[in-house]
């Protein structure tokens, strides 16, 4: 009874500070209005989801550079130290 009596003031306070629009307005706002919200909060879930996955291909790739610098480095030294010893083998 408390809980009908509450809503049927606040629906006359409602319907007195803008007699226009009515109660139903407000609701239906109020829909739009969260529904936009959690649009907008998926978008941005998504978007960091996309920045997320960019950045771990990024760190990849500068791995696999390093990587490959790596083993330039190492080929180079193995040609030298083969060098060297043919010199020592003559």
């Known amino acids: 009874m408390k809980c009908t009596i509450l809503f049927l003031v606040l629906s006359m306070v409602v319907l007195m500070a803008e007699p226009g629009e009515g109660f139903l307005s407000h609701i239906i706002g109020g829909i739009i209005h969260a529904g936009k919200a959690i649009h907008d909060a998926i ?17 990849q790739l500068q791995q696999l550079k ?25």
């Open 43 to 59: 978008q941005r879930h998504r978007r960091r989801g996309e920045l997320q996955v960019e950045q771990e291909l990024q760190q």
């Open 66 to 90: 390093q990587l490959q610098q790596q083993e330039k480095l190492n080929q180079r030294f193995n040609q030298e130290q083969l060098k060297r010893e043919r010199v020592v083998f003559n």
